[in-house]
């Protein structure tokens, strides 16, 4: 309940960490024990499902907290090396689960780049994963570490790296198949195997070249496979990144085709996807209005300027039932060392039982974590489309003329400026 006050911890994730003894209790209705971890003594009991149906409460009002299953953090792929003690936490985003003093390095690959001619590059992905894998090892090596500690458990211990992807709805967009459908899932499994089995490949040729990773004879790989790095593969979220490779954030699907994304200081980004852009002039159906009727509505659904064969492509996180935000995460999930950073958006007006699917699918499908968000639920969220609502009314005016200070507007690159007060907008 540390979220119940707006404003308190602002800055902060929080999920809760959930066993299977916890799952067990819920499912048969049983308390479950609270335990000292000092001395590790029984100090009393709670009703599973008071405590499960508080979680889930909170979470809908305000998208936290998540929750990791804690258990399945410590199974072999996410603690390679158990002698070396039991994985009680994650990174900040819940991707990288990790031992004291363990670090997470990670990288993405942009998938949306891994399309050629209308089908995924297989070659190219391959390749891209080996020199990923070679210069997150070299990260590992030239990083400056705060402690002493974690450049001797990171440098000499584990290696971890986790190597992600980012893209993904912007490759479906490209292949013409839609985020919610059993094809998207087999993609998602396909690529990520592809991922998880090069990055292997990848990190036992650099074990042949600079050796294993330190604590090799006491992990699960020892005898088996010589290996540079613990752990391989990672999910993480991308948002800022993925802006900066202008594509989709991580497995998400797209938050809208337009939209506004606050920054630090206040500051307001009018987002366009860049492939629906480039489709939407090959295909015909640009015209000059199109972006501000889109970010009116938030979604393609219903446009009467977009062909319905691209309504149902381009499908926005609010178009896309939770049960397939579960089922792609999941895919993803079989073939990821780590852990997969996903947030399910639901609908503003979707009710508590709705966010209890989610958890309860999560944890059916074999996630090891998952965090909702129902639209609108805080006063103050990153990225909103009604925002972008409000901004495309001001954003193209009618005139060639500032709507801030009415001095004429310089075109130059494909933006309109005003010299005088530093108004901008996208000419397109």
């Not at 299953?69 to 994985?87: H, K, Q, V, W």
């Not at 986790?162 to 690529?191: C, P």
């Not at 950073?341 to 074999?366: C, F, H, I, M, R």
């Not at 990153?382 to 500032?402: F, L, Q, S, T, Y």
Request: proline share 5%; hydrophobic share 35%; charged share 25%.
């Amino acid at each position: 309940t540390c979220k119940e006050k707006h404003g308190d911890l602002s800055n902060f994730n929080v999920s809760v960490a959930i066993t299977e003894d916890f799952m067990d209790a819920l499912k048969n209705n049983k308390p479950y024990p609270l335990i000292n971890p000092r001395n590790k003594q029984v100090m009393r009991w709670l009703p599973a499902v008071d405590v499960w149906n508080l979680i889930i409460t909170q979470a809908w009002k305000s998208g936290e907290p998540g929750v990791v299953f804690i258990d399945r953090m410590n199974e072999e792929s996410s603690n390679p090396t158990p002698a070396l003690g039991t994985i009680e936490s994650t990174n900040p985003c819940g991707e990288v689960p990790l031992l004291p003093y363990e670090s997470c390095n990670l990288g993405s690959i942009n998938l949306s780049r891994m399309v050629k001619d209308g089908k995924i590059d297989f070659d190219k992905l391959a390749k891209t994963v080996h020199k990923a894998v070679h210069f997150l090892d070299n990260v590992v090596d030239l990083n400056d570490y705060p402690l002493k500690e974690i450049e001797k458990m990171t440098k000499n211990g584990n290696r971890k790296i986790g190597l992600g992807v980012m893209g993904f709805a912007d490759m479906l967009y490209q292949l013409k198949i839609a985020y919610n459908s059993e094809e998207a899932v087999k993609i998602a499994e396909k690529v990520m195997k592809t991922i998880k089995e090069e990055s292997k490949n990848a990190s036992e040729a650099l074990a042949g070249v600079r050796g294993t990773f330190g604590n090799w004879e006491k992990s699960v790989h020892y005898k088996k496979r010589r290996l540079r790095n613990a752990t391989t593969t990672s999910i993480a979220p991308t948002g800022t990144l993925s802006m900066i490779a202008d594509t989709s954030p991580g497995i998400e699907p797209n938050f809208a085709i337009v939209y506004v994304k606050r920054v630090l200081g206040g500051n307001e980004l009018l987002v366009v996807n860049p492939i629906f852009e480039r489709i939407a002039r090959e295909a015909g159906f640009y015209r000059d209005d199109l972006f501000k009727e889109v970010a009116n509505q938030g979604t393609l659904k219903g446009s009467p300027s977009v062909p319905k064969e691209w309504q149902e492509i381009f499908k926005v996180a609010y178009d896309v039932e939770a049960e397939w935000h579960a089922k792609i995460q999941a895919a993803f999930q079989k073939h990821v060392d780590n852990a997969v950073s996903k947030t399910v958006n639901l609908p503003s007006n979707a009710t508590v039982k709705d966010a209890e699917k989610v958890y309860q699918l999560a944890y059916k499908l074999g996630c090891k974590g998952v965090t909702i968000y129902r639209d609108q639920s805080r006063s103050e969220q990153v990225m909103d489309i009604h925002a972008a609502k409000e901004r495309m009314a001001i954003c193209a005016p009618k005139e060639n003329k500032c709507p801030e200070c009415n001095t004429e507007l310089l075109k130059k690159e494909g933006c309109a400026t005003c010299p005088t007060c530093g108004y901008s907008f996208c000419l397109s």
